[in-house]
């Protein structure tokens, strides 16, 4: 039975040669939309997030001297295009990185919508950073694998840590904005917060517009993108004195006015991005009912048509009654604070940054 093994140092770094990682999701309560740097995946802000317990995604990475290329598998169908393009371009990061050049095999099995604003890119490079990383060798800790899954998404750097994480932008203009730039848990009472997110997946089809597209195309076009962007980082301040104290209650309302906001800048954005549904409004109001019958219940979307309702775990199940009533068609899920990406092998130490 495969167990967990930390992704921290090991004593002495070395190829493994083949790797297998997990990682989960995570759902961002405030948001990150923009970047400042393609290349390095620098956003304009910070952003805070809560790994879920469901949909994860489990990569395999093994190095084959003898091919010619890398191969890259997804639910067991080869990979093309831009998709494809990303996986390898991450690898050859993480050659760069080991000083080999060796090609590998890349297997990977989701268990989340891919591009259905579901971070699914988020669980997919954390657990490809995983992989590859002990695969070619690099040796990281935490925080170094977080900067390097950030270069493959920029979520991904979050979802290497389990439960509440803070992803810092890095300072703009600084000489090391690549190194000022990896995610950290956050120590949160998460008992007496008692968190679960109702999951309503509306459409789980792909997207029409990427959220790489839509994020550079809002940042170069919407008028009210700058005013959210510093919004957004007192929302951020506000969010972590909410944690602290474990009221959901304002954790709720400062994570669903801040989706709302980063919606309204695509919404503004010329010519518009809409991700929202009609679907989603239904739900959306289907919330805001369970907050007048006096249930703490708050929404958040990330880029997609699909909603994720923050509710204490006691409720968890009258909200998703309430969701699926409003939604016939929607397929619903329930998540709870969930680990960070780990490694599938021998060794039982567990990872020191992955639980909640």
Not at 312 to 325: L, M, Y
Not at 341 to 350: E, I, M, S, Y
Request: charge should be neutral; hydrophobic fraction near 45%.
């Amino acid at each position: 039975m495969a167990v967990e093994q930390p992704v921290g140092v090991p004593d002495h770094p070395a190829a493994a040669g083949d790797a297998t990682a997990v990682a989960h999701p995570n759902i961002a309560l405030i948001k990150y939309w923009g970047k400042r740097d393609e290349r390095l995946v620098l956003p304009w802000t910070d952003s805070l997030s809560l790994t879920l317990d469901v949909f994860p995604t489990t990569t395999r990475v093994r190095l084959a001297p003898g091919a010619g290329r890398d191969a890259v598998t997804l639910d067991g169908v080869p990979l093309a295009g831009e998709p494809r393009r990303r996986v390898v371009a991450f690898l050859e990061l993480v050659r760069e990185r080991a000083g080999l050049a060796l090609p590998a095999v890349v297997e990977t099995r989701n268990t989340v919508p891919t591009g259905a604003g579901l971070a699914s890119s988020a669980s997919g490079f954390a657990a490809l950073a995983a992989a590859a990383g002990a695969a070619y060798g690099l040796g990281l800790d935490a925080t170094g694998l977080s900067r390097l899954a950030r270069r493959g998404s920029g979520s991904a750097a979050r979802s290497v840590f389990g439960g509440f994480a803070l992803w810092h932008a890095g300072q703009p203009g600084h000489a090391d904005a690549d190194l000022g730039s990896y995610a950290e848990p956050l120590p949160v009472p998460v008992r007496a917060l008692d968190p679960a997110l109702v999951v309503a997946v509306v459409d789980a089809g792909p997207k029409a517009v990427s959220s790489r597209e839509a994020m550079r195309h809002t940042v170069d076009t919407s008028p009210l993108y700058r005013p959210w962007a510093a919004s957004s980082q007192a929302d951020l301040i506000e969010m972590r004195h909410a944690l602290d104290r474990a009221d959901l209650d304002a954790v709720g309302e400062i994570a669903e006015r801040n989706a709302l906001g980063m919606h309204a800048t695509m919404l503004a954005a010329r010519p518009a991005v809409r991700y929202l549904s009609a679907a989603t409004l239904t739900v959306l109001d289907a919330v805001l009912e369970l907050r007048r019958g006096g249930v703490a219940a708050y929404a958040t979307m990330d880029a997609g048509p699909n909603v994720k309702v923050l509710c204490r775990g006691a409720d968890a199940q009258r909200v998703a009654a309430a969701v699926r009533g409003a939604v016939g068609t929607a397929a619903v899920h329930l998540a709870g604070p969930g680990p960070g990406a780990r490694l599938l092998g021998a060794n039982p130490d567990a990872n020191p940054g992955a639980n909640p």
